[in-house]
């Protein structure tokens, strides 16, 4: 049986795997085209893909950002929609690849021309497709973290509170002060790391206070700097991508959990 409920049409959609999906935690790539399949998306995964180029941007080194955004614009001109399991990428493609080449008119029309084809995972799911269930029994009670680019640049907030209010026994914990950034922020982190612990330790201190069992979100980066923290404290507490539970997918322990030993 399909995880979710199937959209009418059939979407050519490329996935933006992102970095961090790729080297760190790639069971989120294959949930997220599982929850896209589901959908009746025919999915790829462009092989010639690479970064999306927002720690050079993050850095000032707009010619090295430039030379990485045509590359992508180009590998992924063919598709109906480009989807990416991130706010943060997203948002990078769609707000401020336009603003790159502001000053190159073909170029800025292909990368506006990008931009409104691409969306975040989930509010692609739920925005453009039209789902609004999923077919998964999970017991327990969840919060979830909204990461900084996906909800101010692109507006993720709702989406994945409605298709995790349809997981069949999940209980939605709400954490406080949501909204605010877990600290992590690409090179901020590195850049101001006694900030950024700091702002960690206030996050988890209010992801403990739910009593929740599971943190979510959406991006990567974010998850983790929070999973990082909270094992460092000694913390039960399982961390995963929103696409994880969203697929049903989860048979691989939760970020920063062991890998389990494989039998003999």
């Not at 707000?95 to 989930?122: C, G, I, K, M, S």
Request: aromatic share 6%; charged share 20%.
């Amino acid at each position: 049986m399909s995880n979710v409920e199937t959209a009418p049409a059939r979407h050519r959609v490329a996935l933006f795997v992102t970095c961090l999906v790729d080297l760190y935690r790639p069971a989120v790539g294959f949930a997220a085209v599982k929850l896209l399949e589901d959908a009746g998306c025919t999915v790829e995964v462009p092989a010639a893909q690479t970064c999306c180029g927002q720690p050079a941007y993050n850095s000032g080194a707009k010619t090295i950002t430039k030379d990485i955004a045509r590359r992508v614009i180009e590998t992924f001109r063919p598709y109906d929609y480009v989807v990416v399991p991130s706010g943060s990428c997203a948002g990078m493609i769609k707000a401020h690849y336009p603003e790159l080449f502001a000053d190159e008119p073909d170029w800025l029309a292909q990368a506006r021309a990008l931009a409104a084809r691409t969306h975040e995972l989930v509010s692609f799911l739920h925005d453009v497709l039209g789902v609004r269930r999923v077919d998964v029994r999970w017991q327990g009670t969840i919060t979830y973290h909204d990461s900084c680019s996906g909800l101010r640049e692109l507006g993720v907030r709702e989406q994945p509170r409605a298709l995790l209010r349809s997981v069949d026994g999940l209980n939605i914990a709400e954490l406080p002060y949501a909204e605010v950034c877990c600290g992590f922020g690409g090179t901020f982190c590195v850049k101001y790391p006694e900030i950024s612990d700091r702002m960690v330790a206030d996050k988890i201190a209010n992801v403990v206070e739910t009593g929740a069992g599971l943190l979510l979100a959406g991006d990567l980066g974010c998850l983790l700097n929070m999973a990082g923290k909270l094992k460092r404290q000694g913390s039960a507490i399982e961390v995963r991508h929103v696409a994880e539970l969203l697929a049903g997918a989860l048979d691989t322990p939760a970020i920063g959990d062991p890998a389990k030993p494989t039998a003999r």
